[in-house]
């Protein structure tokens, strides 16, 4: 049993981050920094339903520090890590709440995710002016929410056990 | 899929959109024409250019660089040396309190209003 999770949790944070480079292969011209679908969120979002909390967060975390130091530095770490753990912070109620679906999980996630880094921006750039994106990120937050939530819950449909 | 929770979902995304239009309005109305262009590098002030005075000014050194130029009342960067050249596309900010960030290079510009100008130096 336990040799098994290991290698679905291996397998799943190498989904990830295989998510995370598909992303990064198709930038999107939209002249707001920030701005990005959240593939990988997909698998977070399915470690999280199906596996656990814990494993969710493992998930998350380890995919954003192999990502950033496999494709990017010390500055796209902050980033991330911000992005990813309020991400985390909001779903893991919502989704222990029970009261919401896998999509109103993703969108808030999402939204978070774009906050995160916008208040690690505000910070290393010491410009509070930044908030002013903040906006555009929530909605882009919500339009990519919406995208990797139906896709997520697809997935746990079709993965049920029978 | 549950009703009552598609229910929940569709209020939260609402709720969302709500808080965005409310920010966004907010930071709409209350916005002027600036008079000053703030350029800040690493953190720091470098300079502030008069946006009333064309201007054409490369910021930055070695490998990071920005080309910033004013003209008609409004700052815009044409030249960068970041690889995706999101400051560039950002366009034109001439309103107090619009931006054009490089986040690569660091490198910030904020627009600030004449009657609120915080101003610690003026680039003639």
Same mark, same amino acid.
Request: proline content about 3%; charged content about 20%.
């Given at each position: /049993?336990?040799?098994?999770?290991?290698?679905?949790?291996?397998?799943?944070?190498?989904?990830? /981050?295989? !998510?995370?480079?598909? +992303? %990064?292969?198709?930038?999107?011209?939209?002249?707001?920094?920030?701005?990005?679908?959240?593939?990988?969120?997909? %698998?977070?979002?399915?470690?999280?339903?199906?596996?656990?909390?814990? +494993?969710?967060?493992?998930?998350?975390?380890?995919?954003?520090? !192999?990502?950033?130091l496999l494709f990017g530095n010390a500055m796209s770490l902050a980033y991330s890590v911000a992005g990813a753990v309020l991400s985390l912070a909001v779903m893991i109620p919502l989704m222990k709440s029970g009261r919401f679906g896998v999509t109103g999980t993703s969108v808030a996630g999402g939204v978070m995710h774009n906050v995160g880094q916008i208040l690690v921006a505000?910070? !290393?750039? +010491?410009?509070?002016?930044?908030?002013?994106?903040?906006?555009?990120?929530?909605?882009?937050?919500?339009?990519?929410?919406?995208?990797?939530?139906?896709?997520?819950?697809?997935?746990?449909?079709?993965? +049920?056990?029978? | 899929?549950?009703?009552?929770?598609?229910?929940?979902? *569709?209020?939260?995304?609402?709720?969302?959109?709500?808080?965005?239009?409310?920010?966004?309005?907010?930071?709409?109305?209350?916005?002027? =024409?600036?008079?000053?262009?703030?350029?800040?590098?690493?953190?720091?002030?470098?300079?502030?250019?008069?946006?009333?005075?064309?201007? =054409?000014?490369?910021?930055?050194?070695?490998?990071?660089?920005?080309?910033?130029?004013?003209?008609?009342?409004?700052?815009?960067?044409? =030249?960068?040396? @970041?690889?995706?050249?999101? @400051?560039?596309?950002?366009?034109?900010?001439?309103?107090?309190?619009?931006?054009?960030? @490089?986040?690569?290079?660091?490198?910030?510009?904020? *627009?600030?209003?004449?009657?609120?100008?915080?101003?610690?130096?003026?680039?003639?």
């Amino acid at each position: /049993m336990k040799s098994k999770k290991i290698a679905t949790l291996g397998l799943i944070t190498a989904l990830a /981050m295989i !998510l995370s480079y598909v +992303e %990064a292969l198709v930038p999107l011209s939209i002249a707001v920094p920030g701005v990005k679908i959240g593939l990988p969120n997909i %698998a977070v979002i399915y470690a999280l339903y199906r596996l656990g909390v814990k +494993e969710a967060c493992a998930v998350s975390l380890v995919r954003v520090f !192999l990502v950033s130091l496999l494709f990017g530095n010390a500055m796209s770490l902050a980033y991330s890590v911000a992005g990813a753990v309020l991400s985390l912070a909001v779903m893991i109620p919502l989704m222990k709440s029970g009261r919401f679906g896998v999509t109103g999980t993703s969108v808030a996630g999402g939204v978070m995710h774009n906050v995160g880094q916008i208040l690690v921006a505000i910070i !290393l750039l +010491e410009t509070g002016a930044l908030a002013y994106y903040l906006p555009v990120l929530c909605v882009s937050g919500v339009i990519a929410g919406v995208c990797v939530g139906v896709v997520s819950s697809l997935i746990l449909k079709r993965t +049920e056990k029978k | 899929m549950d009703k009552k929770k598609l229910k929940n979902d *569709i209020l939260l995304i609402a709720a969302l959109l709500v808080v965005a239009a409310a920010v966004w309005l907010a930071v709409t109305l209350t916005r002027t =024409d600036g008079a000053y262009a703030r350029v800040e590098a690493d953190g720091e002030i470098v300079m502030t250019l008069p946006l009333d005075k064309d201007a =054409d000014v490369v910021i930055g050194e070695g490998e990071r660089t920005n080309r910033l130029i004013i003209k008609d009342g409004a700052a815009y960067v044409t =030249d960068a040396s @970041c690889p995706d050249h999101l @400051c560039v596309r950002q366009g034109r900010a001439s309103k107090s309190g619009e931006t054009i960030v @490089c986040l690569p290079n660091k490198f910030v510009v904020t *627009i600030i209003g004449g009657e609120d100008g915080e101003i610690d130096m003026v680039l003639r």
